[in-house]
């Protein structure tokens, strides 16, 4: 045995002349700082995603101070941009009634009391043979097509069953008011001045710069 040889190794590790055997390293260190690295990493991910999904469902503090999110649910909030520029006053409207039923002194008596209620009161008399005895129902309300949103709706509302009609050839502001078979009174004073201030009053709109989340 060479005196290079260390103590108590055999023939495979003699060594001869002046060159040392090379000696493997342990494969169970490199597999053992492999795998414990990959756990720290696997860690790191997951503690990562934990603050992210908090951060998402508690907004995080960047959410709050930049305010609102953008897929937040408007509020609706009144709104002076309603209905009430478009209502005309009783007192502008000029109403002509007109009888299409067999009952004689309908049209004044409906119009007495149209005229006591506000409105201003032009041609009473019997209806056309357009509209004579061939209206079923409680009446027709009948006015230019510029008054579908201004006079017609409140002359509506003192015969709300009325039907609504507009005529592109009409000529000037007046609206016709033609009284039905089944018309027995005009709708209660109370009740169509309920129904007019409702038309006046505006209606809440939704602004797109309040949102609640």
């Known amino acids: 045995m060479s005196m290079l040889t260390p103590q108590g190794m055999g023939r495979q590790y003699r060594i001869k002349g002046n060159k040392y055997p090379r000696m493997r390293r342990s494969r169970r260190r490199g597999r053992l700082a492999v795998g414990l690295v990959a756990s720290v990493a696997v860690l790191g991910l997951i503690g990562w ?12 503090d960047k959410a709050t101070a930049a305010g609102p999110k953008t897929d937040c649910a408007t509020r609706a909030t009144p709104s002076a941009s309603g209905s009430a520029a478009a209502v005309v006053e009783p007192g502008r409207i000029t109403v002509n009634v007109f009888n299409a039923t067999p009952r004689s002194g309908l049209a004044k008596k409906t119009a007495d009391e149209l005229k006591k209620r506000g409105f201003k009161i032009g041609d009473v008399g019997n209806a056309t043979k357009k509209y004579d005895k061939k209206v079923a129902g409680t009446g027709i309300l009948l006015g230019p097509a510029s008054s579908v949103k201004t006079s017609l709706p409140v002359l509506a509302t003192q015969l709300t069953t009325a039907e609504r ?9 007046a609206l016709d008011l033609i009284i039905g078979t089944g018309f027995k009174e005009l709708t209660s004073r109370a009740d169509a001045d309920k129904a007019l201030a409702a038309l006046a009053a505006p209606q809440p709109t939704s602004t797109p710069s309040d949102k609640a989340c």
Do not use: P, S
Not at 49 to 60: A, E, W
């Open 49 to 60: 995603g934990t603050l992210q999904l908090i951060d998402v469902f508690t907004g995080g």
């Open 165 to 173: 009609r507009t005529d592109a050839t009409r000529k000037g502001n």
